[in-house]
């Protein structure tokens, strides 16, 4: 088995709100949020929810999901400790586009949407901040829209693999990067926008050429600069 460790970063990977604060605003958003947490399986948004809270993770991963016209249930994206949620519907009085569900014990700094708006008036430069972590969000949406037309089911497999080593990846003594995450082939096939069936055939591709490795609840990336080329990242 061929074992390469390298940088695990993709250029998709997002800072984190909490990561472009300053320490100023850092402490603001302390003062005037509360913390709250939120066990395994929680729901921590729904979708369609109306005045829903702002939500910054300072612990835990959470699962990004939406329901399809056909009833089924999508995953948009996994977050970790840093991210904020809610915040689109805080900025334009909407509903929540989206759920959250944990996938640990989570912990959070939560405000109601009046107060996470009068904290952005009170901290311009963290409204500036969350301005460019937006942006950066709006880039990885457009990215990944060009990876459904000109990448196959195993190159989108290998770029959420890669993106999943960047976010929650736990190097290993031995060189490869084991990410530990509760995500199963459907919630995989959803995330990349192809059939259950094609992503396991992928896995057994990415698998027999050694570059991974799958178990329960777990993906051991063997080879990430392979992964990454064949992703085009």
């Not at 702002?54 to 400790?81: K, N, Q, T, Y």
């Not at 109601?112 to 008036?121: A, G, K, T, V």
């Not at 459907?186 to 094609?198: C, F, N, V, Y």
């Amino acid at each position: 088995m061929r074992v390469v460790q390298a940088n695990a970063s993709p250029s998709s990977e997002e800072p984190g709100f909490l990561a472009v604060l300053d320490a100023e605003s850092l402490a603001e958003l302390r003062r005037r949020g509360r913390l709250q947490r939120y066990r395994l399986g929680s729901v921590v948004l729904y979708e369609g929810q109306v005045d829903a809270p702002v939500v910054i993770m300072l612990d835990g991963r959470v699962r990004v999901s939406a329901l399809a016209s056909d009833g089924r249930e999508l995953v948009l994206a996994f977050r970790g400790p840093g991210s904020i949620l809610g915040e689109l519907a805080a900025l334009d009085h909407g509903r929540c586009s989206a759920t959250v569900t944990a996938l640990d014990d989570v912990q959070t700094i939560t405000l109601s949407p009046s107060e996470f708006l009068d904290f952005l008036r009170a901290r311009p430069e963290a409204a500036i901040s969350l301005l460019r972590l937006l942006g950066q969000r709006q880039r990885d949406t457009d990215r990944r829209r060009i990876e459904f037309a000109a990448l196959d089911t195993p190159g989108r497999v290998a770029a959420r693999v890669v993106e999943l080593a960047a976010r929650f990846g736990q190097p290993q003594p031995d060189g490869t990067i084991l990410i530990t995450l509760t995500l199963s082939q459907e919630e995989l096939a959803t995330w990349i926008g192809s059939s259950r069936e094609a992503t396991v055939k992928a896995l057994g591709h990415l698998r027999a050429l050694g570059w991974l490795e799958t178990g329960r609840r777990r993906i051991r990336v063997n080879d990430l600069q392979a992964l990454r080329k064949r992703a085009a990242l």
